[in-house]
């Protein structure tokens, strides 16, 4: 079932290749392996233009190589997944100096052929994790046994995978059992497994979904990490098939405060909280009539703790649900999760 | 553009190919080609089990042949578009009597070995349409001029394709400069020309919409093919996608009176028209806000004249909308089309 090759047969540790990135949500991969997967990650490397850190040693090839790392991990997220043109030489010196190379990116490494060509000559592996499993079905709507808990948000990359990861933590702290399940490159890489929900066809969105989080003993919680967004103008279709598929008991609505458009979008403002909640809600009682709200995550890493916890408090009477954010552990966040737990 | 190779490049005319299918829902490939693009078609074959028939004559695939017959089209649309086992004597036979095979399924024909090695054998062709240009790009969101008509359902195979086919014919009656734009196989083997918008990757749903109805001059009006439903529980992304890429100035929800679950999912009820109106304008708002319902397209192949037209003047004055069967020239359908237009 699992989509991606364990953990185990990835080229670990990883140095993480930041591109040419100057913003932080377009290196999510690289920050949520460095977050949630340190043991994995010896260093940080990037095109001389990229502007951003993740706080790990800047380290060339050669000298994380001399650490014990074993591959490059491409640390972007673009849009499209594509591989940035001026990436390639990068890469090739990765390969050169001895690093296999991963990719959750939708172009294929080998498409690119000097990359193949680098590859074949230093007898390096280029090995792409966005790739769904062959076969899978068509969706069928049929209830299964176990709980689900779905995280969604108001956009992308604004804390989906992070809640998810920190719930199931949570769950499993309190003796209960759970599973996080991946639905994109990053995830996957962090826990060995899972699906790329956004590289499956269109056809079998909700099939994939179903695979994911298949039948359970009826007290198991899946924390299945969400994708995009219902009001994002690119990538809703695939929101839409994984909470249909997912049969969420729960759906926790992710946000990032101050973020007032869609990420790259600017003429796309994001939905209030509210509609936010109302339409997964309204979607996801097609296959799960008994779906509620567990609750709101705000990404309040910009903030200061007093003013995070006085706007937890602030929107947690506003909406009568429980506002936590889960990077930050405290009585909130044990409310949101006593509240999932129902 | 243009996903699917030419008309003129295809083998036509054709045979029309009905598996073992028992209920007309699965065959809509055959009697889609049939009914719009009759000058395609020479006759039907199956195996020994089909108990349905598109009224063309009988014919063996020599016969055919004999007729002038080029290719044999498999006429069915099942789920997961897989080839039936049981078909696969008959689809040899067709290619040893001198026919290429078309087919819009999701697997493709050469992945069977008896296939592949059978057209070797003949020297004939296995021409899949059913497959994604490549390179689409992610959505944009961006407003693009010219007007967009959708069609969408409460269901699968109940009419969006008719529907659309039929308002773009009467657009054109009325000197309207207006492009059907196809989405699913069938489409594509009518027009020559559409996006497999069932076989696209997921993050690329919106991009393939956007793609398939491009910038035009501000009078004219794409009408485009509707593929599954909002609220179906298998294909909601592919709905969802197409509904957010599309744009559409108008949507037409096209329902079957008399059923009531969803086709195949007996467990899943239809949602009320009133229902998936409000749905799909709600979702369609979010890329463009201007969004209305044109109409609801009743499909009344089943009902007498009298009971038909009984039922849209009912359903109209309930719904406030004009309400047609596009099968069923006359007034309800000429005030459909007006308030289309706007």
Redesign the interface.
């Known amino acids: 079932m699992s989509a991606a090759a364990s953990v185990t047969q990835l080229p670990t540790p990883y140095l993480l290749f930041l591109g040419d990135a100057t913003e932080a949500a377009y290196a999510k991969t690289a920050f949520g392996l460095r977050d949630w997967a340190p043991e994995h990650c010896i260093g940080e490397w990037g095109c001389d233009t990229a502007t951003i850190s993740t706080g790990l040693p800047r380290l060339t090839p050669k000298e994380a190589r001399a650490r014990g790392a074993r591959g490059l991990v491409i640390g972007i997220a673009n849009?499209?997944?594509v591989i940035g043109p001026s990436w390639v030489p990068f890469l090739v010196e990765a390969l050169e100096s001895g690093l296999d190379i991963v990719s959750g990116l939708?172009v294929k490494l080998a498409s690119v052929p000097a990359l193949k060509a680098a590859a074949e000559r230093a007898g390096r592996r280029l090995i792409d994790i966005r790739t769904p499993p062959p076969n899978i079905?068509?969706?069928?709507?049929?209830r299964r046994a176990g709980k689900r808990l779905l995280t969604v948000g108001t956009d992308c990359a604004l804390g989906k995978k992070y809640t998810a990861l920190a719930i199931a933590r949570a769950f499993k702290a309190r003796g209960v059992n759970a599973d996080f399940r991946a639905t994109g490159q990053t995830g996957i890489l962090i826990s060995g497994g899972g699906m790329p929900?956004?590289?499956?066809?269109?056809?079998f969105?909700?099939?994939a979904a179903e695979l994911l989080s298949p039948a359970a003993d009826p007290a198991h919680w899946d924390v299945i990490e969400g994708q995009g967004s219902?009001?994002h103008?690119?990538?809703?279709?695939?929101?839409?098939?994984l909470l249909?598929g997912s049969q969420p008991d729960v759906v926790v609505v992710c946000h990032q405060p101050g973020r007032e458009c869609?990420l790259g979008?600017e003429?796309?403002p994001l939905p209030s909280l509210a509609e936010t909640i109302d339409?997964n809600l309204?979607?996801g009682r097609?296959?799960n009539p008994a779906i509620r709200c567990g609750g709101v995550s705000l990404n309040t890493a910009h903030m200061d703790l007093g003013a995070a916890r006085e706007l937890m408090a602030h929107e947690g009477a506003r909406l009568g649900l429980p506002v936590a954010d889960p990077m930050r552990p405290g009585a909130e966040f044990e409310r949101l999760i006593d509240y999932c737990l129902g």
Chains 1, 2 share one sequence.
């Open positions: 849009t499209g997944g939708h079905p068509c969706g069928t709507g049929s929900m956004d590289a499956v066809v269109a056809d969105e909700a099939g219902l009001f103008p690119a990538y809703a279709a695939v929101s839409m098939g249909h869609v979008h003429d796309f339409l309204r979607i097609r296959t």
